[in-house]
């Protein structure tokens, strides 16, 4: 851990190798003038809208939505199934019935999905009501850029399903919403805050309880969301093997905020792209596609406000990644790890493992915030 004291209050970091532009937003963060204790990065930190993903932010009585982040209730999902047995084409067969249940990058279900959650739904808020019909044709659907289905193996050899997807342009629509209404308030306000990036709404406002509400209904839709496409999945695995038995479904999120109690008060955590790691919880801690994934237990770190990495996290951009990174290398990184993958083109590079920190890396730099318990080989992936 590393502490940066030049702000209002410090930065903790969990890395050495943090870009200008996140530790620029970092030090925005800890000049928050309710910001608590200090500021705290994981080690997967990079450049976000505002706030960086990979931080953790502790605020009193206030609520971020951009330190949410976007995609409300983004997490992982995994299971461990019984099955040691499988071959290259099994795998494919498997991968190709998932695609044919579950919808990737903009595609949403033909028809409306069934979940109990959507009976309960906080309709007297406009933009759930809104857009909770769209919604129930997103239930189930992985979406694009960095959300994932991948197929996986342990160090015993078991077959392991895994997903990466959060609430679609469900949450998408509410993050937005909310920030324009804070924007609106900060700036009637003449709010001390050092972009409007971070603009906020007091929790106790009519504003902040909506958004607390629209949130928490999003990070459920998110959750039942990643739940349904595992359940795709291991249907998939049933047909090809039969009689498949799966352990109980892990399943987290990334990106909310919730109250806790950290070093003597009540406050509001931001987690924007970090996983909850409290004393003995068990998480999930992806790499890039080609590289391993980490099912892990929290350790309860104080100073982390009981947090670690949601992933490897990006070292380079989309863009960048697609200008700099070599296709023929990158591919050939995958055919050598023997997974099955789709990189066919430089527009694919974005998502390569070429652009994204070593996993090993972000976990030795973790140790005093989880300890590894499962370590997960790649074998087949399908990107959003």
Aim: net charge negative; hydrophobic share 35%.
């Amino acid at each position: 851990m590393k502490v940066i004291a030049t702000e209002r209050i410090p930065i903790k970091m969990w890395l050495d190798d943090i870009e200008d532009g996140a530790l620029e937003q970092a030090k925005n963060l800890a000049n928050l003038p309710f910001a608590f204790k200090h500021i705290a990065l994981a080690p997967d930190c990079h450049k976000g809208f505002g706030m960086p993903i990979g931080g953790i932010l502790a605020t009193t009585d206030v609520i971020i939505p951009n330190a949410v982040g976007k995609d409300i209730g983004c997490g992982m999902c995994a299971s461990k199934s019984n099955i040691k047995e499988y071959d290259t084409e099994s795998l494919k067969k498997i991968m190709s019935l998932i695609r044919e249940r579950i919808p990737v990058g903009f595609n949403h279900h033909k028809d409306k999905e069934e979940w109990h959650g959507f009976d309960e739904a906080p309709t007297h808020i406009p933009i759930i009501k809104n857009e909770l019909e769209s919604a129930k044709y997103q239930l189930g659907t992985l979406g694009g850029g960095n959300h994932f289905i991948e197929l996986q193996s342990d160090e015993e050899g078991y077959l392991w399903c895994m997903l990466h997807s959060g609430s679609r342009n469900f949450g998408l629509k509410i993050a937005d919403e909310y920030h324009k209404k804070a924007v609106v308030l900060c700036d009637q306000w003449y709010s001390n805050i050092p972009v409007k990036d971070l603009a906020f709404l007091p929790i106790d406002s009519q504003e902040g309880k909506e958004y607390e509400e629209a949130m928490n209904f999003a990070l459920d839709f998110a959750k039942a969301s990643r739940l349904s496409m595992m359940l795709d999945m291991q249907i998939a695995i049933d047909d090809v093997f039969g009689h498949t038995e799966f352990d109980p479904i892990i399943n987290v999120h990334h990106n909310y905020a919730r109250y806790e109690h950290h070093f003597g008060r009540d406050v509001i955590i931001h987690r924007k792209g970090a996983t909850s790691a409290r004393k003995d919880e068990i998480g999930i801690i992806p790499g890039s596609q080609g590289t391993a994934s980490y099912i892990v237990k929290g350790l309860g770190n104080p100073e982390s406000f009981m947090s670690c990495s949601h992933g490897a996290g990006r070292k380079i951009g989309r863009k960048e990644a697609q200008r700099s990174l070599n296709l023929q290398d990158e591919i050939k990184r995958l055919d050598d790890a023997g997974v099955i993958h789709s990189i066919r083109s430089e527009s694919d590079l974005d998502e390569a493992s070429g652009a994204y920190k070593d996993i090993e890396c972000v976990m030795e730099n973790q140790k005093d915030l989880v300890e590894i318990v499962t370590k997960l080989k790649p074998l087949a992936v399908v990107k959003g």
